[in-house]
């Protein structure tokens, strides 16, 4: 994994970015625990869940795929095939 895979921090002057790093650690692990406890199927939940990240990312100036790229760039090149025809993963 590279090291720039877990630390991509964006700079810009917004009411997150100003936020206490408690604060944000503190919501972001109430975030979490709250994804775990959602029953499978309650798929309204889910999408309550998904426009609250949508909502923070639009606040913090980052846009509104900025969320969508990073849950998918670690799956999708885990998917697509290198150089070789195989795999990264394979």
């Keep these: 994994m590279l090291p ?11 009411p997150i970015h100003r936020l206490d790093a408690r604060v944000k650690i503190i ?7 709250s994804n775990v406890a959602i029953p499978d199927g ?5 999408l309550l869940a998904w426009a609250f990240v949508l909502l923070v990312n639009h606040v913090a100036c980052l846009g509104l795929t900025y969320s969508a790229r ?4 670690s799956r999708c090149r885990s998917s697509l095939p290198c150089r ?4 990264v993963n394979g």
């Design 4 to 14: 720039s895979t877990l630390d991509r921090y964006v700079h810009a002057q917004s």
């Design 70 to 73: 990073r849950s998918c760039s």
């Design 27 to 33: 919501v972001t692990v109430l975030v979490v625990l």
């Design 42 to 46: 309650a798929w309204s939940a889910l």
């Design 84 to 87: 070789g025809g195989r795999s």
